[in-house]
C-alpha cells in the first residue's frame, strides 16, 4: 500500500515506525527539528535539530521517500492521487480542513489525527463521508497542540491509531482519554448542509436509461458550482454516465474504483 503521511511531528513519527517495512512510505514536512520537538517526536534525536524532519525520517526509515515542502489546497489532490490512503500527521484546524477537502475531492481515504492535552481523536474521512467539515465546520479555530501542549504519550498513542486505521480503515470517530487509558468509537454522519460533502446519489442497481434519468434529477437539485457523487457499477453506466454528464456541461472530477463500485464526482456546471 502506497501512504502518504502529512506531517512528521508528533502523529506522523509513530506512525510512519508502526508501517514503516510493509507500506510504500511518503513522508513530507516542510519543517525542521526543533529542540521542543524531541519528547514526542521520536524519530529525531539532539543531533538532528536544525536539519529537514522529512529527510531526517526517510533517513531513519530506510525505503521511505522524503519530500521537503508545504502542503497546499493547490498540490494535495495529486499528492493524493498518487497514493492509497493518506495519513494527517499536521497540527492546526486550517491545513487538516483542507486535507479533509482533498479526500473528499480525491476519494482518497484520508486518516485524521488530533491532539489536544491530555485528549486525542482520530477518524477515517472516505467517500461517502463523514468528513471533517461535517463535524467541525464553524467552529471556532481551537490552540494547535504547540500552543497549548500535548502529552507526548498520548500524540504516540494517537499516532499507532492513525496507523491501524490506515490498514483497517475502520468508521466512527475515535476517541482517547489520557487520563482513562481508553479508546471510544463514536458513530458519526454526515451533516446535511456540509459546505464540502456532495450531494450522493446510489445508481448501482439501476439499468439503463435509469441511470441517467436518476443523475439527471440529482443535477437538477443542485445549484452550479455544487458537487454530485454519483456511486456506479457495470460497463455502461461507468462509461456513458460521465460521458452524459460532459456533455451536458458538467464537470468530471473524479472516477474511480471502490471495491465493486465506481465513485464519480461531478461538478454542476
Ligand atoms: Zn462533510
New binding site residues.
Given amino acids: 500500500m502506497r501512504v502518504l503521511i502529512v506531517g512528521v511531528g508528533g502523529l506522523g513519527c509513530p506512525a510512519a515506525l508502526a508501517l514503516h517495512g510493509a507500506h510504500a512510505l511518503t513522508l513530507v514536512d516542510h519543517d525542521v527539528v526543533e529542540r521542543s520537538n524531541l519528547h514526542r517526536q521520536v524519530l529525531y534525536g539532539p543531533e538532528d535539530l536544525g536539519r529537514p524532519k522529512a529527510e531526517v525520517a526517510a533517513r531513519k526509515l530506510p525505503g521511505a521517500t522524503a519530500l521537503q515542502e508545504k502542503v497546499t489546497a493547490e498540490n494535495a489532490p495529486e499528492l493524493f492521487r498518487a497514493h492509497d490512503v493518506v495519513l494527517d500527521g499536521t497540527d492546526g484546524a486550517t491545513t487538516k480542513l483542507m486535507l479533509?477537502d482533498a479526500a473528499?475531492q480525491t476519494g482518497v481515504p484520508l486518516v485524521y489525527g488530533g491532539v489536544l492535552k491530555e485528549q486525542g481523536q482520530a477518524m477515517v474521512i472516505r467517500p461517502g463521508?463523514?468528513?471533517?467539515?461535517?463535524?467541525f465546520?464553524g467552529a471556532t479555530e481551537g490552540p494547535t497542540c504547540a500552543q497549548a501542549g500535548v502529552l507526548g504519550t498520548v500524540a504516540g498513542v494517537v499516532g499507532f491509531k492513525q496507523a491501524e486505521l490506515c490498514v483497517s480503515l475502520a468508521a466512527g470517530l475515535h476517541t482517547f482519554d489520557g487520563k482513562s487509558l481508553k479508546w471510544r468509537a463514536v458513530e458519526v454522519r454526515?451533516?446535511a448542509d456540509?459546505?464540502?460533502?456532495p450531494a450522493s446519489v446510489d445508481i448501482t442497481r439501476e439499468v439503463c436509461p435509469m441511470t441517467y434519468v436518476r443523475v439527471k434529477l440529482a443535477l437538477e437539485k443542485l445549484e452550479k458550482g455544487r458537487l454530485l457523487e454519483v456511486w456506479l457499477k457495470g460497463e455502461e453506466p461507468l462509461k456513458n454516465v460521465p460521458q452524459s454528464a460532459r456533455e451536458e456541461g458538467h464537470q468530471v472530477l473524479d472516477l474511480t474504483p471502490h471495491g465493486d463500485r465506481s465513485r464519480l464526482l461531478l461538478k454542476v456546471g
Fill in positions: 479533509s473528499v463521508g463523514p468528513c471533517l467539515r461535517c463535524l465546520e454526515r451533516a456540509c459546505p464540502s460533502c
